[in-house]
């Protein structure tokens, strides 16, 4: 018997598993007790349990499973960050993959984290066993371990220069916590951070990632998450609380646009042999340029940026008759974290798989087919292993008002090309955002002006090779100044706002080109590089005689006397048999330098936002609604009186009626258009909600900072600093009966308080209508008038967008500015008087000269109470909401229709009683189902439509993935066993 134990023990597979089943025993124990005793979530959880299992994994695997011997300190801490690294590949699949299970599949997490164990444990002994604790191999010769060393440095500085570049310019901007300002500007601060303080509390509160109520009425999370939150490192979130969301968002864009610096140099120090640290200032160039600096608020879009280079060298790979592995990745990774951009990515990839063959010094029409089939293969890989989130996400779009753009009809230029090419100049502002299609970031370091003459230049390289990558460039170039060109890039969609969304493609190529072009420049004759350094200087002296771009003078000026320092410090790169390393040290750190300083002037030109405005707003909404001791934690919605941030009730973690996400449906845009609340394209606001649908659509709080007792028909019951909460005591239940004739309910082509008169009747039978007290059209200066009586509701509805209106009330006075064609809440007063009147001035948008038409209705509190106590009847009551749940019960008096205000969606699965009732539309976006007289139990599960096929997909293609790494890592073992056996026999 003590002989079989010794064989066992000896047995590396069997002390594998042996001791691997004592650290997923560490694991799971630890995650039990966090989970059960401690109440922390799902990922935090497993994050502390698995980085506790990793430390005695380490341990054990080094003494008792690989038996591994390390020399000294240095040794054994590098084998240990190995170890670490491998593992925080598996930990990432092992969080990932329990809430996948979990959030997305709804199954137990305990059950899922037992199942992706097999997986896990899999890949850890593989990563141990080749990466880890490998047997010793010949040593390496003393200059290969330099270019691995200066490798490593590359990729180390060029994090490194970014993350500090980045740092720099924070502190500069007082970005928390070296002030009270935070980077999220534009659509981060509307959109993306609402969604990724929703995302934090559905990861904290363990809740399902398929559905949230947070605004729109409810919206498909998913869809959403597959644009805005797909990013792995989001799922950090949940080592942050609500309010720092804003501050953990700053510094993921600081790690990104760090990681896409050490993406940039790992490829290049890869193309380049590692003979020097050239890649560092070219992965700066990357890393900070201007597309990065003025887009980098769009942080889902910088994950798939980053993969830009990884994706060049996997193709670069397959060409060269090499795996495809490392394409594929880099192509799922960067369309799983956002589609749009990967998108661009795989259009992208198709031009330079053509590129480099046409480039190749030797063509075969056999390794071309070959290697073709390689790349379509892990191409449709990358792409099939997204497809979880692919296929919603389309399925979603179609849903949705951007999915009807057309095909230009007509051929545009933008600009007439050269005011786009100074773009290229230093200190040009990034862009946030434009007004029109022509605006570009390109700028990505002043030299690459000389060195892309140079590489047309350059006689080291092959015409192919220069002609196919320059007529790639130009291509980018014009596809940025040609409308159809720009359409098809933009995924067949005209961008709205952000211009020139695939620039960041141009950049890199030229970049790569630049750097190819440097390398040579020791055998490149004088007359190439003064002529590569004539050109540029020329262009930019004729730019700013002509003040062509209308750019600053300081933008020509800076420019010029960079092409001046740069062109000298060539030309001695060239000449010089001595001081070539200092020359050549010189112009790295010159170039990086320009960069980090741009970087940081480009930060600073982006602007901050104050943090404390928007926390403490959430901050006093959280104390207020902890206040409310009045029943009030069943389900029902909340909403603030502000233009200020679209998603503000999201942000605030409120259930909102109001929604700004490219994912929202048109028919719930429609429908808010229809009763004249604020609505355009993929976004709504709270401007326009009439007293009834406050009402109808469950709006139970409003918080202003107009501090008056009473707002609209609302009273107040709490303030803290800076918000007042007002109630509305009439907000019904999430579901209401109606009459069955809701079903004709028509909101198209007509006047929204006549799309409210028809909604009264048909819901509830009782004769009401809103009064057309008076039409007439306002001018801008005068302020014109409207008279409130007690007892009565009154609203203004303007016919036109105007520059901006200003309300005064007894209620209230705000501006709304722009976005005015809608209806207005002039609230109510409790007496006659000079006092109860509504003061209304307006401002004409430019070029704007005749009159706006309004009219002014009016309903008495005792008509609409009619409507109302129909409506109140029955409604759904003990509400529960869980993620992608709802559940309630009803008593029904007569038969008719279960009103539900959610947005319909073919994904809900409703039960009545425990049987699956069919569902039908009211007004196009809401949901209705018929019910008969007596006592329901209503439960709604929602699953986007897509999922099981696309999560189906997934799981094929991983599958299909690794089998052709493993069929291809033996092939190549194959063929380098014949090859040495050829040599032996030799």
Known sequence: MSEFIKKLYYNKVVRYIFFGGCTTGVNFVSYFILRTIFSVDVTKANFFSILLSILFAYAVNKIFVFESRTHGVRELLAEMVSFVGMRAITMFIEIFGTVLLSSVWGMNDMLAKLLIQFVVLTLNFVFSKVFVFKEKKTEYSYQERRIAMRKKKCIGISFAIPAVTMLIAYIANGVYPFGDHGVLIIDSLHQYLPFFTDFQQKLTNSESLLYSFGGGLGYNMWATLAYYLASPFNFLLTAVSMEHVMDFMAYLILLKIALSGAAFAWYLSERGGGR????????????????????????????????????????????????????????????????????????????????????ARKFEIKKFFVSGLRFAWYALLGGGMAALVLIPAYLALRMTESADGSFPSKIKFYTDGTTQWTGHFALVEPINIYDDQSGVNIYCGVIILILIILYILDKELSFKERLSKVVLAGLLLLSMNFNMLNFIWHGFHTQNGLPNRFAFIYIGLILVMGFDALRHIRRLDVWRLALSWIIPVAFTAYCMYANVGERERYVYVTTLSLLAVYGILLLLLQGLARGFAVVKTILITLMSAEMAATGIYGVCMNGTVGRSTYVNEQKAYQTMIARQEDGDDGFYRSEIDSQRMRNENMFMGANGLVLFSSTMPEATVNLCRSIGMEARTNKTGYNGVTKLFNDVFG????????????????????????????????????????????????????????????????????????????????????????????????????????????????????????????????????????????????????????????????????????????????????????????????????????????????????????????????????????????????????????????????????????????????????????????????
């Not at 020097?276 to 769009?298: E, K, R």
């Not at 879009?301 to 592995?325: H, N, Q, T, Y």
């Open 276 to 359: 020097d640290y050239l890649p560092v200032p070219f992965a700066c160039m990357y890393a900070l340029s201007a597309f990065m600096i003025g887009y980098y608020f769009n942080i889902m879009w910088l994950d798939s940026v980053m993969v830009l280079p990884l994706v060049m060298m996997g193709i670069e790979r397959i060409c060269a008759g090499k795996s495809g592995k490392l394409f594929a990745g880099a192509l799922f990774y960067g369309v799983y974290c956002n589609y749009y951009i990967g998108y661009m990515l795989c259009l992208f990839s198709c031009l330079y798989f053509l590129v480099n063959w046409i480039a």
């Open 699 to 986: 709006v139970r709080y409003v918080v202003s900072k107009s501090g008056g007792d009473t707002l609209y028909q609302m009273e107040k019951v709490d303030y803290e600093e800076p918000l007042t909460l007002y109630k509305n005591e009439g907000a019904l239940s999430v579901g209401f009966m109606v009459s069955t004739d809701i079903k004709n309910w028509d909101i198209n082509d007509r006047l929204p308080m006549k799309v409210q008169d028809d909604f009264a009747v048909l819901a509830t039978g009782v004769d009401f209508f809103y009064t057309l007290r008076e039409a007439y059209s306002l001018e801008e200066g005068p302020t014109y008038i409207i008279r409130l009586h007690p007892g009565e509701q009154t609203y203004i509805e303007f016919t036109e967008n105007v520059e901006s209106i200003t309300i005064k009330t007894p209620q209230y006075e705000k501006t709304i500015n722009n976005y005015t064609k809608n209806v207005f809440n002039l609230g109510t007063v409790t007496e006659e008087g000079e006092a109860s009147k509504a003061n209304i001035t307006i401002k004409y948008k430019e070029g704007k000269e005749s009159p706006v038409p309004v009219r002014v209705y009016t309903c008495t509190d005792e008509e609409y109470q009619a409507v109302y106590e129909k409506l109140a009847a029955n409604q759904l009551e003990n509400v529960q909401e869980s993620g992608n749940q709802l559940s309630g019960t009803i008593h029904v008096d007569e038969a008719g229709t279960l009103l539900l205000t959610i947005p319909y969606d073919e994904g809900w699965k409703v039960l009545v009683d425990g049987v699956e009732t069919e569902t039908y539309r009211v007004g196009e976006a809401l949901m209705g189902l018929d019910l008969q007289p007596g006592d329901h139990e209503i439960f709604m599960t929602f699953t986007p439509a897509g999922l099981w096929l696309g999560s189906i997909l997934s799981l094929v293609c991983v599958a299909l993935f690794l089998l052709s790494c493993y069929v291809e890592g033996r092939l190549q073992a194959r063929g380098e066993k014949k090859e040495q056996l050829a040599q032996a026999a030799v």
